[in-house]
């Protein structure tokens, strides 16, 4: 349908995925994230890991941006060393997505961040993350939920007005902001679950999983944005 703005979301990399008879090196997103980006009213294009340079160019074709959930950011990004529980590395990701994250803020493009995607947000901004916390993902594999409380007179509440159940995988979270940032959802333990850039027209992060759920209206405001 005409008029539908394109929303760029950022895959996967991944050495040995499967399909049919294949095992192969795949840029691959989960499905969850392009329905969702659909039913919210955009058209979905997959990004890919690409040379840095190339992120002006990139964003510069789209409506709006969503950097996806995924492995672990590299403490290197934010000045700290490896603990033992942070994973490997995906330094493909880290370097495309960051350039993706300034290019969007430099050009006003409407941007959510998903999981890691708020994490490398708040890391683009010169903000730091806790490498471990419990709580957040219980079972290996397994998305949990728990509640978000939305604080008053940020952009977040003006989407999700009310305390809501979200869908959850994480051990690592925000430590501390960004530049420019401000919080704007908490967990019952105090841990920040979606961050802003009140000085942009449209920049969120969350740390949970709305393509894991049912709740369209987070992703419904990044689509309303990029139209």
Partial sequence: MAGRPLIGVSTYLEAGARW???????????VGYPRLVQ???????MLPPDAPDHAAATVARLDGLVIAGGPDVEPVHYGAEREARTGPPARERDAWELALIDAALAAGVPLL????GMQ?????????LVQHIDGHAEVVGVFGRHTVKPVPGTLYAGVVPEETSVPTYHHQAVDRLGTG????AHAADGTVEAVELP???WVLGVQWHPEMGEDLRVVRGLVTAAS
């Fill in 181 to 184: 940032l401000v919080a704007s």
């Fill in 20 to 30: 049919g008879v294949w095992e192969l090196e795949a840029a691959l997103l989960p």
């Fill in 39 to 45: 039913r919210a009213g955009g058209l979905v294009a």
């Fill in 120 to 128: 490398l947000l708040n890391v683009a901004l010169g903000g730091t």
């Fill in 199 to 201: 000085t942009a027209d």
């Fill in 113 to 116: 961040g998903i999981c890691r």
